[in-house]
Structure formats: structure tokens, C-alpha cells
């Protein structure tokens, strides 16, 4: 059974850091591009960071360059999401995802933590 179970999130102050994590198992982990999306209210699900199979690429959206950083460990079967100064733009669930083959769904709305090889989402709340 595929499962990806995301964990770090809660709440921060802007200029905060957040370190996420997302846990995979029932499957081989080490094929698999990993990706991370988040989904603010009122906004379409959007994909945040890539990360290949190997850790050797990464590759992110303009709005978190030079503040997320995405990483993973295969030893582990882990993906991670540090995220460094924190705007209230952060707030948002962040879900993992795993693509065999780097493609990478664009999504218009929502984020679909139902289907597989998708994990149930980490919320980030950020607030003084």
C-alpha cells in the first residue's frame, strides 16, 4: 500500500522556518521524482519544488527561490521541504507527491491528496 505521510507543519511567525517532511513507504522510493505543492485558500494548487531521484536536481517556483529548499534522503524514503523566511503568501497545506517519470501535474484548482501517491497535506499557518 502507497503511503506518503507529511509532517513539520503548524505555526510560524513571518521571517520564521519551517522544516517539512514526508515519510513514503509501499513503494520504490528511490525511482521516484518528489515534489512538493501547496494549496493556499483561494488559490489554485501549485507545485513549489521538484527534487529528482537521485538529490542530483531540484528545481522551484519563482515566488520561493533562495528560500525553500528541497531535498531528500533515499535511505530513509524521505523528501524534505525547509522553508526560511516565512510570508504570510506561505500559509498553506503543503502535500508531497510522487512522479515516476518528473511529470509533474499543472492542477487549476485544487490539489488531489485522494489520489495515489499523494500524502494528506501539512498545514503552515502564519501569524504574529
Known amino acids: 500500500q502507497v503511503q506518503l505521510v507529511e509532517s513539520g507543519g503548524g505555526l510560524a511567525q513571518p521571517g520564521g522556518s519551517l522544516r517539512l517532511s514526508c515519510a513514503a513507504s509501499g513503494f520504490a522510493f528511490s525511482n521516484y521524482a518528489m515534489g512538493w505543492y501547496r494549496q493556499a485558500p483561494g488559490k489554485r494548487c501549485e507545485l513549489v519544488a521538484v527534487?529528482?531521484?537521485?538529490?542530483?536536481?531540484?528545481n522551484y517556483v519563482e515566488a520561493v527561490k533562495g528560500r525553500f529548499t528541497i531535498s531528500r534522503d533515499n535511505d530513509k524514503n524521505t523528501v524534505y521541504l525547509q522553508i526560511n523566511n516565512l510570508t504570510p503568501k506561505g500559509a498553506a497545506v503543503y502535500y508531497c507527491?510522487?512522479?515516476?517519470?518528473?511529470?509533474?501535474?499543472?492542477?487549476?484548482?485544487?490539489?488531489?491528496?485522494?489520489?495515489?501517491?499523494w500524502g494528506q497535506g501539512a498545514q503552515i499557518t502564519v501569524s504574529t
Open positions: 527534487v529528482s531521484r537521485d538529490d542530483m536536481s531540484t
Open positions: 507527491n510522487a512522479s515516476q517519470w518528473g511529470d509533474f501535474r499543472v492542477y487549476e484548482r485544487f490539489c488531489p491528496p485522494r489520489d495515489d501517491y
